[in-house]
């Protein structure tokens, strides 16, 4: 059968390379996982995720992803939804770099 948007609690460690996430921003202006490297790839965390939560705290946009995941410590806590109906994530409009400039994917 059809199943339904499921949340996934995930906790990732920074690595020498980040935290092994590439984010950018969905059909809908949220944060999305475009892509999973290194360490990060024995969690639960899955490109095509829309991040919902980031160290507790509620995010509603592709640039509070950004800015809570930049301002993290070592342990990312996230929470995400996966709904296997939902479109799939296709890079939308820009992410902005650490110096505030734009760029299509943010690799973090």
């Known amino acids: 059968g059809e199943r339904g948007p499921e949340e996934i609690a995930e906790t990732l460690t920074r690595c020498a ?3 092994g996430l590439e984010l950018h ?3 809908d202006g949220r944060g999305a996982i475009a892509g999973v490297y290194g360490e990060a ?5 899955r490109a095509g995720d829309r991040i919902t939560s980031v160290n507790g705290t509620p995010v509603d946009t592709h640039e509070q992803v950004l800015a809570a995941v930049r301002s993290s410590g070592d342990d990312l806590f996230l929470i995400v939804l996966r709904d296997p109906q939902a479109r799939p994530i296709v890079a939308q409009g820009l ?6 400039g734009d760029m299509q994917d943010m690799e973090l």
Request: cysteine-free.
């Open 17 to 19: 390379d980040g935290f």
């Open 25 to 27: 921003r969905d059909d």
């Open 41 to 45: 790839r024995r969690s639960a965390i």
């Open 95 to 100: 992410g902005l770099d650490v110096n505030g």
